[in-house]
Each structure stands twice: as C-alpha cells, then as structure tokens.
T-cell receptor
Framework: QKEVEQNSGPLSVPEGAIASLNCTYSDRGSQSFFWYRQYSGKSPELIMSIYSNGDKEDGRFTAQLNKASQYVSLLIRDSQPSDSATYLCAVTAGSARQLTFGSGTQLTVLP | GAGVSQTPSNKVTEKGKYVELRCDPISGHTALYWYRQSLGQGPEFLIYFQGTGAADDSGLPNDRFFAVRPEGSVSTLKIQRTERGDSAVYLC???????????FGEGSRLTVL
C-alpha cells in the first residue's frame, strides 16, 4: 500500500467551477501536510500547508485536513485555465524531515 | 541567484558511466534535499542534509548513489556505474526552517542510454 494515495485523474472542470482534489495517507503519525502544484515540464511549487484539523483558506485555495480519517483535500474555487497542472499531496511523519509525495492528480480547467 | 540552481539541466550518458549533478540552494537555507521523479510519478525522496551532514540518506536506492555537501551550501549527487533505470529528473530542494516547505530547483534530467 502506497503511503500517500491520490486519484491520478485526469480531472476536468469548467472555468469558474470548484475543483476538488483528494488525498489519503497511511501513517497515523503524520503531522504536516502540503499541496504542491507542478506545471508540465516544471518543478513542484508549494501552494498550501496545513498542520491541524479543519480548514485553511488562502485566496481561491482551501486545504482541509481530517486526521481521524487520514484525509486531506484541496479545493480550488473559481477555477481558471492557468490552474491546469498536476497537484501533488505531500506528508511528513513524526520527526522525519522528508516529505512523502503522492503520484499527483492532473487537473484540466476547460475555458 | 534568488532560487535553487541545478546543473546540468540535461545530461545524456551511457550505461556504466559516472555522473555528477550539482545543486546550489537558496542562500541561508540550511536544509537541502534530493528527490528524483519519474514520468507520471511524484518525487521520490533520496537524501536530506542539515548543514554539512547527511541527516537522512534512507532513500538512496543502493551504494551506487552518493551525495555530499562539504561546506553546507552546494551539494553534489554522484551516481556510479549508471543504469538505464536511473533515468529520471533529479530534483534538488532547499528549506529555511519549516519542515516540508521546500523550494525546488528546475531539476536535472538524466537519460542513461
């Protein structure tokens, strides 16, 4: 079983809609959770971090964390074609400094 | 420079050859990470440095892989006796403090023929 699971997609949404991206993780000791965005041919860039249960909002992005269900999600409101990218969920566990990444969900926002 | 710099951006080599990949982190970032990414996959952890020492090298796949960071800044990933399965994009990232908040370079694409 992979430690961080994501639906690979592709996920397509129309412009202006809400895109919902989901991630589950296997290690109950996981403490820090991140969403990275990766455009085709480019390197990942951090867009959201969340450390405690609940919601965290930053502009059009909302990260949601539920540690009991071992589930983290990313909502993108008012999706734009420029949001089309692969979204990587990443997790750290315990004292480890390394990030464990999921395989990513490819999002396409249709004009 | 303002970001993480990696060289070369592309490297094509033959099976069995030795390869070095270089990473220059963001100034002031004490933590440095190497990951590799294959097509359609997320980045896979290789090694983490805090300062000059390798704090966690548990992701290195075998003893053909080695990395150094002698002065606590620039790091070099070294791959001996390359194999076709080593072909991937090798990503370097640095971090100032908060765990997991990484800044990635543009990567070095390694192709082993």
């Amino acid at each position: 079983q992979k430690e961080v699971e994501q639906n690979s997609g592709p996920l397509s949404v129309p412009e202006g809609a809400i895109a919902s991206l989901n991630c589950t993780y296997s290690d109950r000791g996981s403490q820090s959770f991140f969403w990275y965005r990766q455009y085709s041919g480019k390197s990942p860039e951090l867009i959201m971090s969340i450390y405690s249960n609940g919601d965290k909002e930053d502009g059009r992005f909302t990260a949601q964390l539920n540690k009991a269900s071992q589930y983290v999600s990313l909502l993108i409101r008012d999706s734009q074609p420029s949001d089309s990218a692969t979204y990587l969920c990443a997790v750290t566990a315990g004292s480890a400094r390394q990030l464990t990444f999921g395989s990513g969900t490819q999002l396409t926002v249709l004009p | 420079g303002a970001g993480v710099s990696q060289t070369p951006s592309n490297k094509v080599t033959e099976k069995g050859k030795y390869v070095e990949l270089r990473c220059d982190p963001i100034s002031g970032h004490t933590a440095l990470y190497w990951y590799r990414q294959s097509l359609g996959q997320g980045p896979e952890f290789l090694i983490y440095f805090q300062g000059t020492g390798a704090a966690d090298d548990s992701g290195l796949p075998n003893d053909r892989f080695f990395a150094v960071r002698p002065e606590g800044s620039v790091s070099t990933l070294k791959i001996q006796r390359t194999e076709r399965g080593d072909s991937a994009v090798y990503l370097c990232a640095s971090s100032k403090s908060r765990t997991g908040e990484l800044f990635f370079g543009e990567g070095s694409r390694l192709t082993v023929l």
